[in-house]
Nanobody, 124 residues
């Protein structure tokens, strides 16, 4: 099992940047592909980005391509989400998640472990 704790959320103006972090503990971190999801009020949880075990492969939702970057540091058991050019529609609770397989569709039910989430609010 792996435990996940997100941090780095906050309030930022449109056009600004934030970097989210997710610290993993428990099982060997490099055994897991990692993902970021988000959930806005009244909406379903949606995929944002994913990264493979060693960090060599990444995938993004179309809505964040070119603005967000996912990365990981296996030595620090941490995955990051750098968010630039933030928009009010990026406002949501952001969750990191882990699963053993990198390939395949990215939907909430396909991930095995979840953090508690961190709030990101983008003001206009």
């Amino acid at each position: 099992q792996v435990q996940l704790v997100e941090s780095g959320g906050g309030l930022v103006q449109a056009g600004g940047s934030l970097r989210l972090s997710c610290l993993a503990s428990g099982d060997t971190f490099s055994n897991y592909a990692m993902g970021w999801f988000r959930q806005a009020p009244g909406k379903e949880r949606e995929f944002v980005a994913a990264i493979s075990w060693g960090g060599g492969s990444t995938s993004y939702a179309d809505s964040v391509k070119g603005r967000f970057t996912i990365s990981r540091d296996n030595g620090k058991n941490t995955v990051y989400l750098q968010m630039n050019s933030l928009k009010p529609e990026d406002t949501a609770v952001y969750y990191c998640a882990a699963r053993t397989s990198y390939n395949g569709r990215y939907y909430p039910g396909s991930f095995d472990y979840w953090g508690q989430g961190t709030q990101v609010t983008v003001s206009s």
